[in-house]
């Protein structure tokens, strides 16, 4: 069983930065891709970034690209997502998961979110 543990969400401005943390469960971690996903009320959830099992490779969505890096730190079992130069319509809860498929955008196990809100 895989349990992933969001958190390091809240409220901050326009233009404003956070930091997530994904404290997962397991001793295979290592050998996962993960990802990071978000979903804004009254949207369908979306892809946000993924990185290999390594932390080399990297993928994002267009709308984050060049704002938020993904990384993570295989001895502590987490992954991080670094959000930048936010925007309201980054407003959504993040969650993270394990990534099943390269480029799908499929995962397996997804946590409970942690809420994110920029005010403009």
């Known amino acids: 069983q895989v349990q992933l543990v969001e958190s390091g969400g809240g409220l901050v401005q326009a233009g404003g930065s956070l930091r997530l943390s994904c404290a997962a469960s397991g001793r295979t971690f290592s050998t996962w891709s993960m990802g990071w996903f978000r979903q804004a009320p009254g949207k369908e959830r979306e892809f946000v970034a993924a990185v290999r099992w390594s932390g080399i490779s990297t993928d994002y969505a267009d709308s984050v690209k060049g704002r938020f890096i993904i990384s993570r730190d295989n001895s502590k079992n987490t992954v991080y997502l670094q959000l930048n130069s936010l925007k309201f319509e980054d407003t959504a809860v993040y969650y993270c998961?394990?990534?099943?498929?390269w480029g799908t955008g499929k995962y397996d196990y997804l946590g409970q979110g942690t809420q994110v809100t920029v005010s403009s």
């Open positions: 998961a394990r990534i099943t498929g």
